[in-house]
């Protein structure tokens, strides 16, 4: 049911827990399903040096999660900001039709916490 990639990161996550020093962090909500996804930021000279996310939800929200810290991290504001869903569900190696809401969720979640980054 579930990629290799997606076990992968469901089940040895990367990027966990909070940045004590984040310059943003931002936290969205799935109302439909309950799925929470919290991200906090470090970044300087306009990259992002640290990701890291916290998550509750299903196996995709929790590898979806891990996954967009990986894509981010080391990006500029602006090519992190130009990551999608769509690029997140291929490198995840695809999810069930009923699971494209952890891509979304994840995206969400990355795109807030840049709106907020100084």
């Given at each position: 049911m579930y990629s290799p990639r997606v076990l992968d990161h469901f089940e040895h996550p990367r990027n966990t827990g909070d940045l004590a020093d984040a310059n943003a962090r931002a936290r969205v909500e799935n109302p439909v399903c309950g799925d929470v996804l919290e991200?906090?930021?470090?970044?300087?000279?306009?990259?992002l040096r640290e990701v890291r996310f916290r998550a509750q939800g299903c196996v995709p929200t929790m590898a979806c999660g891990s996954l967009i810290t990986e894509l981010a991290s080391g990006r500029t504001i602006a090519e992190a900001a130009a990551?999608?869903?769509?690029?997140?569900?291929r490198e995840i190696g695809g999810l069930p039709a009923e699971s494209g809401h952890a891509a979304q969720l994840a995206i969400d979640a990355l795109r807030a916490v840049l709106q907020k980054v100084k």
């Open positions: 991200l906090s930021v470090k970044a300087a000279d306009g990259f990551l999608g869903k769509e690029l997140l569900i």
